[in-house]
């Protein structure tokens, strides 16, 4: 009944009949209008495959870039430790946003070995992008004291997980404290790997806006890597990056591979 009444509805064609009767009106009629194309016709091409690295790595920067200008930030900020993950987050970051806009943050502790913190040096002077050094010992010494007291209290036992896991919130802090003072995002540095193992602290290394490279197994980002020195033509990433078994440095003598399944 609805659908008869509108098309009985008398209002559209008195609009129409009111309209073409107007001395100003003009109709044009598409089809007299459209002249026909002279112009050559455009050639077709088939692109090129990329491959899966140059995919996975062009859709990276693709999707930080478009993050970034949709959310309205103009800055990154990227925890550099010196291991692979946090170097092909800095690679894309600076694909994606300039190098006059990414600043790479290293937070040695008593347990960062001498060629971590070169590494992280090495990696943001390649990319051209402002580097911090922000020693997290004072802040970890007063942490294990504070806690010192109740854990023997509570007979915690021997140090452990819980210890380690202070010199990642340590971080955690310090970077979301430049984030809040600047207004910069934290791109987080965490693989598929780590999160699907629950190789990752909470409010730790995972802090931060946005995860670059969440999606991206470990395997997959040695390639992507390799992949990003490859079209540099150099070593952009050290090569002692990619050499060096991955270590969270938060005990003596760790190596990931010692606690992963």
């Known amino acids: 009944d609805v659908l008869r009444k509108h098309l009985h509805d008398p209002r559209a064609r008195q609009e129409r009949a009111d309209f073409e009767g107007h001395p100003g009106a003009k109709t044009v ?12 016709p455009v050639g077709h091409r088939i692109a090129p495959e990329p491959s899966p690295e140059e995919e996975v790595y062009n859709a990276l920067v693709l999707g930080t870039r478009d993050y970034m200008h949709k959310t309205g930030f103009s800055k990154a900020l990227i925890a550099l430790s010196g291991g692979v993950d946090s170097s092909i987050v800095a690679a ?7 190098p006059d806009n990414v600043v790479g943050v290293a937070m040695p502790s008593r347990y960062s070995s001498e ?14 992008i402002e580097f911090l050094i922000v020693p997290v010992e004072p802040a970890h010494a007063a942490y294990l004291q504070m806690l010192e007291e109740p854990y023997a209290r509570l007979d915690g036992g021997e140090a452990g997980t819980a210890e380690e896991n202070i010199q990642a919130r340590i ?23 780590e999160y699907a193992t629950g190789y990752a602290t909470l409010y730790g290394d995972m802090s931060g806006g946005y995860a670059v490279i969440k999606d991206v197994p470990k395997t997959l980002v040695y390639r992507l890597s390799r992949y ?28 990931d591979q010692d606690t992963l399944p």
Request: aromatic share 2%; proline share 7%; charged share 20%.
């Open 92 to 98: 894309v970051a600076v694909d994606a946003l300039g």
């Open 228 to 255: 990003r020195n490859a079209l540099a033509g150099r070593a952009l990433i050290p090569a002692s990056v990619l050499a060096k078994p991955p270590s969270a440095e938060l005990k003596p003598g760790q190596l």
């Open 171 to 193: 971080r955690g802090n310090i970077i979301m404290a430049l984030s809040n003072k600047f207004g910069w995002i934290v791109l987080t540095t965490g693989n598929k790997s």
């Open 29 to 40: 009629r598409l089809g007299a209008a459209l002249q026909p194309d002279e112009r050559p």
């Open 115 to 128: 060629g971590s913190i070169s590494d992280a040096k090495e990696l943001a002077e390649n990319l051209g």
